[in-house]
């Protein structure tokens, strides 16, 4: 039981690039998040998804996207990387809402220079 | 929108002391209250949790309190160890239209042997 399975694990990006973030929960999760953390700032919740198909933004959305095709997996887009988007990101899933235990994986290292 | 602050950043314990990290939230509509370690170079995992109709509750060294009057919950760590060394996270269930959590900004508690 791999839980929430994130990658690539690290990655150095040049401003104006792409990329996507993958994520992957074996749990049968309904709901999937990604946070950002920042020092000093906690974790703050970009987008999340309610189900298959589903996407909402959280508190920090701009500059991303997501996609939610498989209920199992849950992709993390910046289309134009910026230097203001050099964090660790993490997906996390749980089994319904917010007063459900939210599963986090194990971050991924995000340089944008 | 919910607001979650938490303190204090930094705390440094000798082994066997306690360790005391509180927060506070905004909307008096929140009902659940968990509390989250991250140790270095993982992600955030639960330790425990408190709903909004139990003043406090125990799992062995660990405990929480909840008072809804004041607004305010507290994680108390007795007989600390090194291994409790880690960042420390509050996070408050937002009921608004996003159902989502809030997270306070993070407690580095350091424990010395």
């Known amino acids: 039981n791999a839980g929430v399975t994130q990658t690539p694990k690290f990655r150095v990006l040049k401003t104006g690039q792409s990329m996507t973030l993958l994520c992957a929960q074996d749990m049968n999760h309904e709901y999937m998040y990604w946070y950002r953390q920042d020092p000093g700032m906690g974790l703050r919740l970009i987008h999340y998804?309610?189900?298959?198909?589903?996407?909402a933004k959280g508190e920090v959305p701009d500059g991303y996207n997501v996609s939610r095709l498989k209920k199992q997996n849950f992709l993390l887009g910046l289309e134009s990387a910026a230097p203001s988007q050099t964090s660790v990101y993490f997906c996390?899933?749980?089994?319904?809402?917010?007063?459900?235990?939210?599963?986090f994986g194990e971050g991924s290292w995000l340089t944008v220079v | 929108g919910e607001n979650v602050e938490q303190h204090p950043s930094t705390l440094s314990v000798q082994e066997g002391d306690s360790a005391v990290i509180k927060c506070t939230y905004s909307d008096s509509a929140s009902n659940y209250f968990p509390w989250y370690k991250q140790e270095l170079g993982k992600g955030p995992q639960l330790i425990i949790d408190i709903r909004s109709n139990v003043g406090e509750k125990k799992d062995q060294r660990i405990a929480v309190t909840l008072n809804k009057t004041a607004k305010h919950f507290s994680l108390h760590i007795t007989e600390t160890q090194p291994e409790d060394s880690a960042v420390y996270f509050c996070a408050a269930r937002s009921v608004d239209n996003t159902d989502k959590l809030i997270f306070g900004t993070g407690t580095r508690l350091q424990v010395f042997p």
């Open positions: 998804s309610v189900g298959e198909g589903t996407t």
């Open positions: 996390a899933s749980s089994r319904g809402s917010a007063g459900n235990t939210i599963y």
